[in-house]
């Protein structure tokens, strides 16, 4: 099949149309088969030393394509294949909320009845929340991941769905009143995955085994329900890091529901072939699950249950996609034409949305609108060069891009790192005499010659079709005074966690637990940014003393944070947080 961006390509090698006294024209290029095209695709990752991805085409029932590339695992040389079971993330949703929906068709809950029915441990936050809202993400319930992150906690560390209500348990305000919004919750079907529990008297993973994954034949596909579950032939997840090196991250969430599935590329196809047959659940059934929502004023949204209804080049797509730790998943489903795309990866630097959409547009093409044709400025690739590492220092310092943001550059084991206000530190790297390149995203800096004294007093940033004059100046910091203001200890009751904002090396950084952040004060207000634990809005009085404050994340809002008196080192103990 030849895909409409590949037809423009190979018409545009053919020679202008010939007269009698032409040259014979040159022979066309052969067109790749649909397979050689996916293998085209991901031939970055279909390597001995590199992570990879299962692939799988679906059409009417039939696989058209059922291939691995890349390694399972590095370290034992294990490669991918149908076989190969990975974690899914997201994707489990799908299975959560058609648990939800089996238990519904049994007469045993209501989608509209009241969560705290069944988890009376949910604070109640004024308004009902319904099992509705849980399953179409407008609960306003603040994302447990999210939570957890602003508590010091790592991605690769255990948390189980006791941690996760224990944290939920503790929450006194909502992101936004349940059904005025729709909002990404994996809270939300965390609580689902516990219902199912508490409705039907098992966990989900067991319910999930005899109602969904036993009778369609889904033997390698299970809800881990505990963390160190043993999954034979289970792939391993990888960070890349840079420099084409990966690094093993390992997947520590085990509360069922939101996430905890693991199967493969094969169960994937059987569970696809139960939306057209409905031999579990019935049509009926399938075609509930299937339905968008929409808010308290009327506007719809694009999440049904579990599910995204969506488009791509005039079709209709129902899909989902996972991503955890490395581990990313996208299934695919095009109904009209009954095909369907699979991708499990178990790399984090695979576009794997992008990689879908493409694998569809290969095997799809003549059933799809043409894609409008944009202009397409000339890529530029850049190739990084050696450059002395002594040559970085006069390059160090702090670029204002405007008042109130910059980028500091420094030098770290002979590197320069930049560091942009309110986002992570990064390596840069060179690939001409004054000119840097960032590698995490599509951005670019020159700095200027330096002057007769040696020092550069300037540079331009390129990003975004922009390019951004930039002044070298002191970094600036706020007056002694106004950082005063912000100093002191600061305890949360919902994360029961401490944080301690101290200063160092002329600014403050904000300590919690296990990690410390440079707290970037911004406007010589009273907001600053913490990454990545989240915005802070400080709450202070007409005579400057702050009394507290919150921190947001995009999943979880206005969190509340409250000045406490700690006892001085070597003093007696006094009444403390939890005491």
Known sequence: M???????????????????????????????????????????????????AMVEVIRDGKILLSKG??????????????????TVGSNSKQFTAFSIYLLAQDGKLSLDDDVRKYVPELPDFGKPITIRHLLHHTSGLRDYFSLLLMTGWRPDEVVTQDDALSLVERQRALNFAPGEEHLYSNTGYMLLGLIVDRVAGKPLADFARERIFAPLGMTHTQFLHGYGTLVPDRALSYIAIGDGAYQYTAVGDSADGAGGLVTTAGDLALWDRNFYDGRVGGKALIAQMQLTDMLNNGTPINYASGLLVESHRGRRVVEHGGAINGFQTQLSRFPDQHFSVVVLANTSDLDLYQTVRRIADIYLDPQLVPPPIPPVPPRKVFKEIGIDPARLDALVGFYALSPQNGIDFTRENGRLMAKATGLAKIPVFAYGERDFFAKTLVAQF?????????????????????????????????????LKK??????????????????????????????????????????????????????????????????????????????????????????????
């Open 2 to 52: 030849k895909t409409f961006a590949l037809l423009m390509a190979l018409l545009a090698t053919l020679p202008p149309a010939q007269t009698a006294c032409a040259a014979p024209a040159a022979a066309a290029q052969p067109v790749l088969s649909p397979e050689r095209q996916v293998d085209t695709l991901l031939a970055k990752w279909n390597r001995p030393d590199t992570p990879g």
């Open 69 to 86: 590339y890349g390694q399972a695992d590095l370290e034992r040389k294990v490669p991918i294949t149908a076989a190969t079971a990975f």
């Open 446 to 482: 020159t700095f200027d010659a330096p002057g007769p004294d040696g020092i550069v007093g300037g540079g331009v940033l390129h990003q975004n079709g922009q390019d951004i004059p930039a002044k070298r100046v002191l970094r600036p910091l706020p007056a002694p005074e106004t």
């Open 486 to 579: 912000f100093e002191g200890d600061f305890y949360s009751d919902e994360l029961r966690v401490l944080y301690s904002v101290v200063r160092k090396d002329g600014g403050l950084v904000l300590r919690y637990p296990r990690g410390e952040v440079t707290l970037e004060v911004k406007d010589k207000g009273e907001s600053a940014t913490a990454f990545p634990l989240g915005a802070i809005q400080y709450q202070c009085g007409e005579q400057g003393g702050c009394t507290g404050f919150t921190v947001s994340q995009p999943r979880a809002r206005n969190v509340r944070f409250t000045r406490i008196a700690l006892p001085a080192p070597g003093a007696a103990a006094g009444a403390g947080p939890g005491r």
